[in-house]
RNA sequence: CGGGGUGUAGCGUAGCCCGGUAUCGCGUCUGCUUUGGGAGCAGAAGGUCGUAGGUUCAAAUCCUGCCACCCCGACCA
């Protein structure tokens, strides 16, 4: 194993890539802008789809699937979000190859076969969802509508990094119709609860529950609320979205329901998603220079057993002893793998499971045999302890609680000290170039202004988080009146 | 897409300016010795030099197009 050691400190992008290739995460494909996600990396990623799909399943929606083309006359219909994604959309015109007659072997797309409309291959499937939605919908009977669907989205994005933004990405959306207003605003807020749990007690990431200003609002929507993640190098990474979508695309697609009075009425609408940008979330969050750093209830192996021995006898003995460890916590429903490969030393496997960010580790050999112990080591703050053998299940479920909330008190301590108050565009020019993180500043509620500060100074609004104080101030850019606080930061 | 850089064995690289088919390290394979923090010695295998053209007796090296990646921008629902 070849790992070229690059620091955070050094080149925080360079460490990223390497660390995403190195821990066996994911590699770039022959497609540009697409990467592949390798069985490790997409272990973790079943281990967060297992969980939110728990959490979706509980708070009422049912899994479905919705193709993976959309004919351009559906997706124009919702003019707004059409022509937000307008620029990043991949088009299939034909369906069908040919033999090149002139260079034998290569294929040529058939020019006959050009396709009357062109198929949109979906950047979100709000326009084929509503359009089937339509055809459900005709009394209140048939309402709420709470639909989730895991796929795949393409944003022919310019320039894209692993897992944070790639051309393909898996995700999930949900979309829901609702009877009333009401109804859809508490289901946007809902899967943002659902969101803001996940992150924290799943990935251990805090995150800031905010609302984005019109200028940074979904296509289409009358709000979008989000979570906001920080990042070690002080770059803030918006890690979920749930959008209230008005009347806006039951408009479009003419999705109106009878109500109990009899009278017709337009759906209402919400859509909510989160992505494999997760992954990049949990890296830059958590890891450090020897390598990934996962939080145990997403670790596809939380506990690793390297055993160490120099005869055959040792290694039977320990291996014995390994192996009854490995069943014990595996009862207990302890992910274990016992590392029994005799082709590596056990200082390599240390290194490579750290590498891998595997949340404990035994170390096991004939000395710990004899003296009935075993040696834990945590990854996450790179401690060592030396417990009885008879303790071990008591012991490490109570190591893997603490490792997670280490992990998030971590973060959060992270977060809260990279959150800036700042009073004028001096100290906010300042802040941002010396510290980065998120900057806490008035802002007079005009996109003119927004947009200034971010020709100026790189930074966007993030959110206006939910919990907000009102207060009143001035705007650090222009000085006029302002009622609270919002939150700058420059993103991925 | 604009500016800058890179592409040579699985990985990291030397060679390029000044043309003559390639250096070193890691890894891999074989054997022996090893094993409580990335093992040692000996031997071996592995290369259309990103790709397509061009110049030349001869191209990793010079020229052009294309592709990919990195850094900085633009873009980012």
């Given at each position: 194993m070849a790992f070229e050691k690059i620091k955070r400190s050094e080149n925080y992008s360079e460490w990223y890539n390497n660390l995403v290739k190195n821990a066996d995460l994911a590699e770039h494909s022959a497609v540009?802008?697409?990467?592949?996600?390798?069985?490790?990396?997409?272990?973790?990623?079943?281990?967060?789809?297992?969980?939110?799909?728990?959490?979706?399943?509980?708070?009422?929606?049912?899994?479905?699937?919705?193709?993976?083309?959309?004919?351009?006359?559906?997706?124009?219909?919702?003019?707004?979000?059409?022509?937000?994604?307008?620029?990043?959309?991949?088009?299939?015109?034909?369906?069908?190859?040919?033999?090149?007659?002139?260079?034998p072997g290569k294929l040529i797309v058939d020019p006959e076969a050009k396709l009357t409309e062109e198929l949109i291959v979906r950047p979100t499937s709000e326009a084929i969802i509503w359009n089937t939605y339509k055809g459900w919908i005709e009394s209140y009977r048939d309402l709420p509508i709470l639909i989730n669907q895991w796929a795949n989205v393409v944003r022919w994005e310019m320039r894209t990094r692993l897992f944070l933004r790639t051309a393909e990405f898996l995700w999930q959306e949900g979309h829901t119709a609702h009877a009333t207003k009401n109804e859809a605003i508490f289901e946007t807020k809902q899967m943002l609860d659902v969101y803001t749990e996940f992150a924290e007690t799943f990935l251990a990431v805090p995150v800031v529950k905010g609302v984005k200003t019109p200028n940074e609002r979904f296509a289409g929507a009358d709000d979008t609320y989000c979570i906001e993640g920080l990042m070690q190098d002080g770059k803030a990474l918006q890690m979920g979205t749930s959008h209230f979508l008005g009347q806006n695309f039951a408009k479009a697609f003419d999705v109106k329901y009878t109500n109990k009075e009899g009278k017709q009425e337009y759906v209402w609408a919400t859509s909510w998603g989160v992505s494999t940008r997760l992954m990049g979330a949990l890296i830059m969050a958590h890891s450090d220079d020897e390598g990934l750093v996962l939080p145990p209830k997403l670790a596809p192996i939380q506990l690793v057993i390297v055993p160490i021995f120099r005869t055959d006898e040792e290694k039977e003995l320990v291996f014995a002893e390994a192996e009854k460890i490995k069943k014990s916590l595996t009862q207990i429903n302890i992910s274990v793998k016992f590392d029994n490969r005799d082709t590596h030393k056990p200082g390599f496997k240390f290194a490579e499971w750290e590498l891998k960010g595997v949340p404990l580790r035994i170390g096991i050999g004939p000395r710990d045999v004899a003296n009935q112990t075993i040696e834990l080591a945590r990854r996450d703050n790179k401690t060592k302890q030396v417990i009885n053998a008879s303790e071990l299940l008591t012991v490490i479920p109570e190591l893997l609680k603490d490792i997670q909330n280490a992990m998030y008190q971590k973060a959060l301590d992270f977060r809260n000290e990279n959150i800036t108050e700042v009073n004028s565009w001096d100290e906010f020019v300042s802040v941002l170039e010396n510290k980065g993180g998120f900057i806490a500043a008035h802002w007079d509620g005009t996109s003119e202004t927004e947009e200034k500060i971010k020709e100026l100074s790189k930074a966007t609004i993030r959110c206006i988080p939910l919990d907000n104080k009102l207060e009143n101030g001035q705007c650090v850019l222009t000085g006029n009146p302002s009622s609270q606080r919002v939150l700058f930061a420059k993103a991925y």
């Open positions: 540009k802008g697409c990467m592949v996600i390798k069985p490790y990396g997409y272990a973790i990623w079943e281990k967060m789809q297992q969980q939110l799909d728990k959490m979706f399943k509980e708070t009422g929606h049912s899994n479905a699937y919705f193709p993976l083309f959309v004919p351009k006359s559906l997706f124009e219909a919702e003019e707004k979000n059409a022509e937000g994604f307008a620029k990043e959309c991949a088009v299939v015109t034909h369906y069908r190859l040919k033999s090149d007659p002139n260079h």
